[in-house]
């Protein structure tokens, strides 16, 4: 700072006494008659008041809250410094107000101010903090070069903004955000014109013991860095270490040895120096005293919290580091809007918690049982690491609002669609996480904004919280997407646009036909001596498409026996797909009785009804085989699947089947040659008996709860008899479902100290833990916790984790407890390996385990109680502070449940784990 202030004031205080060491000089005039004018503002305008620096804008109205303009700000500058106003040459603006002309001429002359533009000096429009700060620099010839926390303060005002932050004039309207292009209010400029004129003096405001050998000193201002020289305790303590906080606005004083308990000391600073370049008066003094009941420690779990919303507890315990019981808590921070601090008396129930960037001091009072008090001070550091957004891509659905996955995990599990058709819409689904988190929606693009960086192949837009992406008619290719958030953040992503589907060619559902050239019944039989064909018209890309009506499919055959039947339209052997509405068709190639042939027929696809030669011809090769009716039927083809699956509903696989009914297979009776002579009825017998399958009417099916218990794949052989013959077929039986098949406990030590209003605690979440909500993501749109918060304390968990693991048949983990996606909100305990929705829309009989267990070995102290436990919902109680159980628990069998205990143990052997439970 380069000019001398016209006055200060100066005071001490301690936490103890406080010594007046200066006092302030009163102004001359007051601003009393102001009814606008609170204590914030109040000593500033009675400053400026009294130093005729500024007027009210009534008598009773000094306009402390609204917005200042340019010229009065010019005008309460030129009078601070004294300008001459008369008598300094014209500036040249031609809207500066009369009132005005003299303080704007003597202000540019100054350097100190400049105008909009060389003739117009914006006198009516109101001043920004940005404007307000080159101005005060410029006038007080302040500079500065501490380091800027703000994010919006531009090159051209950064370094008049560092001047006033260095010097301590002003600081933020928040911990990042300066307020740049906010405008000032008349009261604001009050302060900032008074601060200018009247820097601060460091001065002591506090001193409190914060442990046995450091102090805490608290200044009134920002002061410059300190060391250990600069302290004194009295009492022949020698001052080690001074460790300036980050604000700057507090020191912590280490000496050499303990304080004595019950003893009150004087801390002296000297050479402290604000950050201004103020120095404060010599011997600042400040006594406290350090009371303490023997061997009893008060601490905070954590002092720095990096995120908004994290917690700290504290903790109270004795020479032993054991918790100390009947203590009672009250606590206060020094600034609710960066941490708030809460208790319900208790120590467990005393939670402090980050609001805002920043630090504060959290006072802690622990009132002991014989009534002895301890008061600690701790500092609360919130530091809080911006946000790690991560996108996850993207997924086009219909509508985004009913079609897109339920969030970041649904989305990641799914299957993405990144391509369209020309000339069709789809709506963006897009997906981030946060700080590794999941997102419980996608992303929201209201105020947002979307370029296309290939216009020509496809466009966006943006209406309401939907971004559309319209793939432009005749275009193919890959189309590139700019999307700025309105929070200014940036996404990117590609779709590729295909040509529309439009109708390529036709397949046919067989390329060689087998058949008998007679049925021994003469009938026609499907299989013996007839076969129907299926044709489907496709695309481009292979799939299925409307034939539609532009062109035409015949099918011919040359080869005389080969009848071919089903055509809608026989005189031109045309087959029309339902006029063209359908995806396919069908035709039906039969033999003739003694016409033994090898022939073909023709199915040909005509690009136009008009046109004589077809675009596309599929060639079906067919076998027709002699067969005597009266031969020896010596044997059965039975058509039917050679494998069931307990999982088969649940299968993304249409072969895949849950049970045969043979009685309604396709059998048929072979001749010597194993040609097929006749279709026939069939019964089924199972050979032997088995636990999880069984024929019932000709029908093999699973028995019981195979979805959710069979873990090993198996075969049986199952009796076909038809037309006197009996066919044995091994049929595999499998659980291709992902199910409990085996399970591990933890047998090391479980140690649980319950907290809060937690009295007990249930063998149930011993064994598989109780879940924490507020270390889980709650998707409130279905109630449901998807995930594990990355910064969770504790895997999702309250006390211990879970002691069991579970896996499958192929030896892979099954997610239990907090790892289960899809867990009803509401859902307190671990014990769950399935999604309550989801299982019971697969099937599976229940989602939950049951337990064989048993305790020994009990011991409790104080009102702690364990019953002869026998049931998960059983629980250990220990009433009060300092109550204790511990017991050996045997777990013999974990099965999931509603099963057999013995028969369906997910655990190779019974174990033990010794368990201590305490409040």
């Known amino acids: 700072m380069a000019y001398q202030p016209k006055s200060y004031r100066k005071f001490v205080a301690t936490a103890a006494t406080a010594a007046v060491v200066a006092s302030a000089i009163a102004p001359a005039a007051s601003a009393a008659g102001f009814t606008d004018v609170s204590d914030r503002y109040k000593e500033a305008v009675d400053y400026l008041v009294s130093k005729d620096i500024s007027q009210g804008m009534t008598d009773t109205h000094f306009g402390t809250g609204m917005n200042i303009k340019r010229v009065d700000a010019a005008i309460m500058i030129a009078n601070a410094l004294n300008l001459d106003t008369k008598s300094a040459p014209a500036a040249g603006f031609t809207d500066v107000p009369e009132r005005g002309q003299g303080a704007v001429n003597a202000l540019k002359d100054a350097g100190i101010i400049d105008g909009k533009s060389a003739t117009h000096f914006g ?10 700060a080159k101005v005060i620099a410029n006038a007080y010839k302040l500079t500065g070069s501490e380091d800027l926390p703000f994010t919006d303060v531009s090159d051209t005002f950064e370094q008049y903004v ?12 928040t911990a990042t955000h300066f307020g740049s292009s906010e405008n000032v209010t008349r009261g604001e400029f009050a302060l900032f014109v008074y601060r200018a004129e009247n820097p601060v003096a460091p001065e002591v405001v506090s001193v409190s013991a914060v442990d046995p050998t450091t102090v805490k000193v608290n200044f009134n201002t920002r002061v410059d860095d300190v060391d250990f020289t600069n302290f004194t305790v009295n009492h022949g303590l020698t001052v080690v270490k001074a460790t300036l906080s980050a604000d700057k606005k507090s020191a912590m004083v280490k000496v050499n040895n303990a304080f004595t308990r019950n003893q009150e000391y004087t801390l002296t600073a000297n050479g402290l120096k604000s950050v201004s370049g103020q120095e404060g008066t010599e011997n600042l003094t400040g006594s406290f005293t350090w009371s303490v009941n023997d061997g009893v420690t008060v601490s905070l779990d954590s002092s720095t919290l990096s995120a908004i919303g994290a917690t700290s507890g504290i903790t109270v315990v004795d020479q032993d580091g054991k918790d100390v019981s009947g203590a009672s ?25 980050a609001i805002d960037e920043g630090s504060a001091d959290v ?12 008061t600690n001070t701790f500092v609360v550091t919130v530091a809080v690491k911006p946000d790690q957004v991560a996108n996850q891509g993207y997924t086009l659905v219909t509508t985004a609002s009913t079609d897109a996955p339920e969030n970041t995990v649904a989305f990641n599990n799914s299957t993405k669609t990144t391509s369209m058709y020309a000339g069709t819409s789809k709506e963006v689904a897009m997906f981030d996480t946060v700080n590794s988190d999941p997102q419980t929606s996608h992303i929201d693009f209201t105020g947002a904004t979307v370029k296309s960086l290939n216009p020509i192949t496809a466009t966006a837009s943006i209406s309401g919280s939907d971004l559309t992406v319209t793939a432009n008619p005749g275009q193919s290719g890959k189309a590139s997407f700019e999307v700025t958030l309105a929070d200014n953040t940036k996404r990117t992503f590609s779709v590729d646009v295909m040509k529309e589907a439009a109708l390529a060619g036709i397949s046919t559902s067989a390329t060689s036909v ?10 026609t039989v499907e299989g013996v001596n007839q076969k129907t064909v299926t044709v489907d018209s496709v695309d481009q890309y292979g799939d299925n498409i409307a034939f539609g009506t532009t062109g035409k499919v015949t099918v011919t055959t040359n080869t005389d026996g080969l009848v071919i039947g089903g055509l809608d339209n ?16 069908t035709f039906t190639i039969t033999s003739t009785k003694d016409k033994i042939v090898n022939g073909t027929v023709y199915v040909k696809y005509f690009k136009n009804a008009t046109d004589a030669s077809p675009y596309m011809t599929k060639a079906i090769s067919v076998n027709v085989v002699n067969v005597d009716a009266s031969a020896t039927h010596t044997s059965l083809d039975i058509v039917a699947p050679s494998e069931i699956d307990a999982n088969a509903a649940n299968t993304a696989t249409t072969a895949d089947v849950n049970h045969i009914d043979f009685g309604a297979a396709n059998v048929y009776v072979l001749d010597s040659k194993g040609n097929r002579l006749e279709q026939v009825p069939a019964t089924a017998t199972m050979v032997g008996s088995n636990d999880w399958v069984a024929v019932n009417t000709n029908d093999l099916a699973f028995t019981g709860d195979a979805l959710t218990l069979l873990t090993a794949k198996d075969t049986v052989n199952v009796d076909v008899t038809a037309d006197g013959i009996t066919k044995r077929l091994p049929i595999k039986y499998m659980n291709s479902a992902s199910v409990p098949a085996s399970a591990t406990v933890n047998t090391k030590p479980v140690a649980v100290k319950l907290t809060g209003t937690d009295t007990s605690i249930s063998f149930n979440d011993l064994i598989f833990g109780k879940l924490d909500p507020n270390q889980l993501i709650d998707d409130t749109d279905i109630s449901e916790f998807i995930a594990v918060k990355h910064a969770a304390s504790n895997n999702g968990y309250l006390y211990n984790k879970p002691l069991v693991m ?26 769950i390996w399935f999604d309550e929705q989801s299982a019971a829309t697969m099937g599976f009989s229940d989602e939950n385990f049951d337990v064989d267990f048993s305790v020994a070995n009990v011991t409790t102290t104080g009102t702690a ?3 002869a436990a026998s049931a998960l919902t059983d629980t250990v109680s220990v009433p009060a502070a300092g109550d204790t159980v511990t017991f050996t628990l045997v777990i013999k069998s974990i099965y999931v449940e509603g099963a057999s205990a013995t028969d369906n143990n997910l655990l190779a052997a019974p174990v033990t784990v010794n368990v201590t439970v305490t409040k």
Do not use: C, H, W
């Not at 006072?363 to 301890?374: E, K, M, N």
């Not at 087998?514 to 009938?523: F, H, V, W």
């Not at 026989?570 to 029309?576: F, K, Q, R, Y």
């Open 123 to 132: 006198a009516a429009d109101f001043m920004t903090r940005a404007e307000m």
């Open 162 to 173: 560092k001047a006033l932050y260095s010097n301590d004039i002003t600081g933020g309207k």
């Open 329 to 353: 808590v009250s606590v206060a921070s020094s600034n609710d809007n960066i941490v708030t601090a809460t208790t319900d008396g208790s120590v467990g129930g005393t939670t402090v918690t």
């Open 363 to 374: 006072t802690v009072t622990v009132t002991l049982a014989d009534g002895t008090v301890l």
């Open 514 to 523: 087998k058949l008998s050239d007679e049925e021994i019944n003469n009938g």
């Open 570 to 585: 026989a005189p031109t052997n045309e087959i029309d797909f339902n006029a063209g509405a359908d995806t396919s068709d």
């Open 806 to 831: 579970v896996k499958d048949s192929t030896g892979k983990a099954i997610s239990t407890g907090a790892d289960v996606y899809g867990v009803d909100d509401s859902q307190i305990n671990g014990n």
């Open 865 to 867: 109680t364990l019953p």
